[in-house]
Nanobody
């Protein structure tokens, strides 16, 4: 069964760091475009970062460039999001998602992803 399970969320003060993990099962995450999204109540889901299948090309939203790093451990079939220099505006529910193929066309388009995790909450206090 195809599944994504996120972990690593929590509460942190501004300037702190967190690392989110996304464990995939039922498919090989290294062969697919994998993405991280976030959402706050009342707003649309926002693309944060993605990594393409095979070549591992990474993409980032402007709001997180230089602070967040997406990476993959192919042995563990897990994708990570290292979040540094966190800001209160990073507070959101964070979701991991997978596309059906390796290419990350149309960065940030949630409708292009067909497998989603349950989400993990990140709260950054000032």
């Amino acid at each position: 069964q195809v599944q994504l399970v996120e972990s690593g969320g929590g509460s942190v003060q501004a300037g702190g760091s967190l690392r989110l993990s996304c464990a995939a099962s039922g498919f090989t995450s290294s062969s697919r475009c994998m993405g991280w999204f976030r959402q706050v109540p009342g707003k649309e889901r926002e693309g944060v970062a993605s990594v393409s299948g095979f070549a591992g090309v990474t993409y980032y939203a402007d709001s997180v460039k230089g602070r967040f790093i997406i990476s993959r451990d192919n042995v563990k079939n897990t994708v990570y999001l290292q979040m540094n220099s966190l800001k209160p505006e990073d507070t959101a529910m964070y979701y991991c998602a997978a596309r059906s193929g390796p290419y990350c066309y149309s960065f940030g388009q949630a409708r292009e992803y067909n497998v989603w995790g349950q989400g993990t909450q990140v709260t950054v206090s000032s």
